[in-house]
């Protein structure tokens, strides 16, 4: 909004060119939602503690997960709605607002959010049920990825073709098939960070270092010399996606000053499924979606622990992992949290290093 309000007074006072640059704004973004986070996290904790919003630990699930994790019993959660909270409004605050990848973005994260609200609701506050059956979980999840694959397919200057990391010009057009690869990256990317919450801080750090490296990838991707000389897509107006990916940097960072171990707050599935979403939104604006199996990398190897792990057990009746999702299985060796947590965030950090160095190896 403050583009719309104040860029315009350059003609009269120079300062105000700031808000020209994407960097800029970008980073101003970043810094509001921190502070908002900051400022705003204890009393959102404090709701959440008076309508005892708090995790359940279920022993039934797991004794020995139980044992492990008894101490957070209780503790709030629902917290992904300071999130969110921050998220928009520094987005609302320093971003092209009528921007339409910023318009889709911001539809994705708030549909998501509600799903997520919802499931929080039943399982925490109405404490009737265990939450979305994971049916109408799903069918919210897939229902989204075909509205936002029918709006990219029929956008004029979209396209449904997927540019190939470390190769040149070579691409591969899905056609009409890319409405079920959109619907695929939305369910995908928002359940792997939902199954990745599952330790202090764990899944929001991940999400932070994601966001770092797709603000790089939005903004070289909506520059024309930059695109050019990278030999990658150009996006027209999907610089303005640094912002938004600077306002999750941001958000995150603060809600992470609340969520490290030992967390005060949980993000709940209001978090976890919005924030997905959106990075997995975010890869499909940009074009850079083959990448988002790079870049998420861990977010990755925690899906497909599940999946392995389920399958294994289906047909088989053996466990490949102690238990799954991963980071629960390494716990199950003996690593301290903490230990786990830290060793997650590295790898993590290297797999934003390594997308980022497939800019140049092509």
Known sequence: MLYYLLYPLHKFISVFNLFRYITFRAAMAALTAFLISLIFGPWVIKILIHFKIGENIRKEDSVQLYQLH????????????????????????????????????????????????IDDYLKHIHKKSKGLRPLAKLSSQILLGFVLGIILVLTPDSSTKLDMPFLKDITIDLGIFYLLFVALVITGSSNAVNLTDGLDGLAIGIVIMVAVAFSVLSYVSGHIRFANYLWIPYIRGSGELTVFCAGIVGAGLGFLWFNCHPASVFMGDVGSLALGGALGTVALLIKKEMLLGIVGGIFVLEALSVILQVTSFRLFKKRIFKIAPLHHHFQFLGWAENKVIVRFWILAALFALLTLVTLKIR
Do not use: C, E, R, Y
Not at 71 to 86: C, E, H, N, R, S
């Open 70 to 117: 008894a101490k957070k019993q209780d503790t709030p959660t629902m917290g992904g709605i300071l999130i969110l909270m921050a998220l928009f409004f520094s987005t609302f605050l320093w971003a092209d607002i009528f921007n339409k990848h910023i318009l889709l973005v911001s539809f994705v994260t708030l549909w998501l959010g509600i799903t997520g609200f």
